[in-house]
């Protein structure tokens, strides 16, 4: 913890979606919470929720593709609030398109953001925790890291680096004998405000591959993940189960994207509009929100992420339960 009686957190992409459910999840435990982002109305907006609901806001507009920039954002938190103690990874963007009609800017873009986002963000937080031996960075995956979909091939590959990199990350800790710890967390499909200004080509309105879950059930295996040393956590059964199913049949998870991939993230008889706005390139205040436009569809909680995270209550109750049936089965015997 922080010298302070506060914990000090830094989250990106904390304008919208599950960075600013994340920013939340923080605040209702009294954390001084810096917010990164580029759109500095949405920020106002998040860090009013973030005092709201009990923690200390601080905003900081920040391109996190501009390593500069992250740079500053980091020394500026230190200098106002003391030694950061959580950096939570979350900033994205996205095109949902087939790989043939996406541009190399656009692609550029897409992986300066989400993937070089995330390098910009560890690299400034490691730099002052590894000194002082003390700190924590939580990565916001994907199930998408393991099992890539069709139309969603930037984002894919860049939550494939940036498992890959913090892997690569966690193993130099270790050699060091470091106590800072760095987990990833991976997403199931959530209702965010993502499809609503992500940059498209597709006919029909982007959505989330269903089931889909509201923002706080990521935020809670967030906060979760930031105080518990667990290497990675799957949140939600969906997430779990995509992850498994690709271990134990690639190809088959292959044809089944190929067959259903492009229908499952479309909502039918909802055209895309030819002029559209994105946030690719310039934040779109008015579409920052925690939730995005799925909320009927949404579920409000994950047993599986619930037990993720309470292993040794769940461990317990199934050897109690096991004890219980012995002790009852003996007895019918005797």
């Known amino acids: 913890m922080n010298q302070s009686e506060h914990e000090v957190v830094v989250v990106t992409g904390a ?3 599950v960075g600013r459910a994340v920013a939340h999840a923080f605040a209702r435990r009294g954390a001084h919470v810096a917010l990164l982002a580029r759109g500095e109305e949405s920020l106002g907006d998040a860090a009013r929720e973030v005092e709201q609901m009990g923690g200390e806001a601080l905003v900081i507009p920040t391109d996190v593709a501009d390593a500069g920039a992250v ?4 020394e500026q938190v230190e200098h106002e609030w003391g030694p950061i103690d959580v950096w939570v990874n979350d900033a994205m963007a996205t095109v949902f398109a087939e ?4 541009s190399a800017e656009e692609y550029r873009r897409a992986t300066e ?3 070089l986002g995330t390098v910009h963000g560890t690299m400034s937080a490691l730099h002052r925790m590894v000194p002082r031996d003390h700190g924590t960075v939580v990565q916001v995956g994907s199930a998408l890291a393991y099992r890539a979909i069709p139309l969603q091939s930037a984002y894919c590959g860049a939550k494939f680096a940036i498992r890959g990199f913090t892997d690569s990350v966690r193993t130099e800790l270790l050699h060091n004998k470091s106590r800072v710890w760095i987990s990833m967390v991976q997403l199931p499909a959530v209702n965010t405000p993502q499809f609503a200004w992500c940059r498209t080509t597709l006919p029909n309105h982007p959505m989330p591959v269903p089931p889909i879950y509201q923002p706080e059930v ?8 930031a105080h518990h040393r667990r290497r990675e956590v799957f949140c939600g059964a969906s997430a779990a189960a995509v992850i498994l199913a690709n271990k134990v049949a690639p190809a088959i998870a292959d044809r089944y994207l190929a067959k259903t991939g492009y229908k499952s993230q479309q909502i039918a008889n909802m055209p895309v509009p030819a002029d559209r706005p994105n946030n690719l390139f310039q934040p779109l205040p008015r579409l920052a929100s925690t939730h995005g436009m799925f909320d009927r569809q949404a579920k409000s909680c994950s047993p599986q992420a619930w037990l993720a995270t309470h292993r040794g209550i769940a461990v317990g109750a199934v050897v109690g339960t096991a004890a219980v049936a012995s002790g009852a089965w003996r007895a019918a015997r005797s």
């Open 99 to 102: 790989f043939v009609d996406i």
């Open 71 to 74: 740079e500053a954002a980091a």
């Open 218 to 225: 990521p935020a809670e295996t967030v906060y979760w993940a």
């Open 113 to 115: 953001v989400t993937y």
């Open 15 to 17: 304008s919208g979606g």
